[in-house]
């Protein structure tokens, strides 16, 4: 599916995302071209990127470790990861409440990979992560790729109440001694 504004050429850009991926019940992967600042055709110079975000668990519960894995590929050839790619990225719930930032940078592989724990007092809902990536010799993402998923609430362990004993004692004290 692709989604684009119309090319008028009265402006100077146009702005336009493709979505290659789509998400599952296990996961979220959203791959997305690099929603980009695209400058008029004579200007072709620069290359654009490709980011992918795959969440390892959808939904997750509060109190539980999230994991998101952050690739980033040449637009040109999907087959060529771009190492050293800067990525900044941002959470939040349906409120629009920042949960977080997060920053890093893309691995020998194009990969990033960010953990954190989702707190215990988030409230249920969906929750949108929001990526940004920019490298050498690539025009940088100017919106953000975006990825949603669910936060239900966090899961309370039963534990097992410890059984209570009830002893009936007498203490008998046969001569005077320090506990009389």
């Not at 590929?73 to 949960?99: H, L, R, V, Y």
């Amino acid at each position: 599916m692709a989604i684009s504004c119309a090319n008028d050429p009265s402006l100077k850009s146009f702005n336009s995302v493709n979505v290659i991926g789509v998400a599952n019940n296990n996961n979220v992967a959203v791959i997305a071209s690099s929603p980009q600042h695209v400058s008029p055709p004579n200007n072709t110079s620069s290359k654009l990127l490709l980011t992918s975000l795959n969440l390892a668990k959808n939904p997750i519960s509060a109190g539980e470790e999230a994991t998101l894995k952050i690739r980033v590929f040449d637009d040109s050839n999907p087959n060529a990861t771009i190492s050293g790619a800067k990525i900044t990225g941002i959470a939040g719930d349906s409120n629009d409440t920042t949960t977080m930032n997060f920053n890093g940078v893309t691995d020998n592989s194009g990969t990033f990979t960010y953990k954190w724990m989702v707190d215990n007092d988030s409230r249920p809902g969906l929750f949108t992560v929001s990526v940004l990536a920019s490298a050498t010799g690539y025009k940088s993402q100017l919106i953000p790729t975006k990825a949603t998923f669910k936060v239900d609430s966090a899961v309370v362990q039963q534990q097992e109440a410890a059984p209570q004993h009830t002893f009936n004692c007498r203490l008998f004290i046969s001569k005077p001694g320090p506990c009389a």
